[in-house]
């Protein structure tokens, strides 16, 4: 279930996947460029 929503974030752009060929396998995820602007503008004012 995580999975499948983190593929979708990723194929909506809002995640960005990183694979690592290492033992054991590591991925790390992280907002891309354009959804790091979105804190700042859902905060209230």
């Given at each position: 279930m995580?999975?499948?929503?983190?593929?979708?974030?990723?194929?909506?752009?809002?995640?960005?996947?990183?694979?690592?060929?290492?033992?054991?396998?590591?991925?790390?995820?992280?907002?891309?460029?354009?959804?790091?602007?979105?804190?700042?503008?859902?905060?209230?004012?």
């Open positions: 995580l999975i499948q929503s983190l593929r979708e974030l990723e194929h909506d752009e809002i995640v960005h996947r990183e694979a690592h060929a290492e033992i054991p396998p590591r991925v790390e995820h992280s907002l891309t460029e354009r959804c790091q602007a979105w804190p700042e503008t859902l905060e209230p004012s």
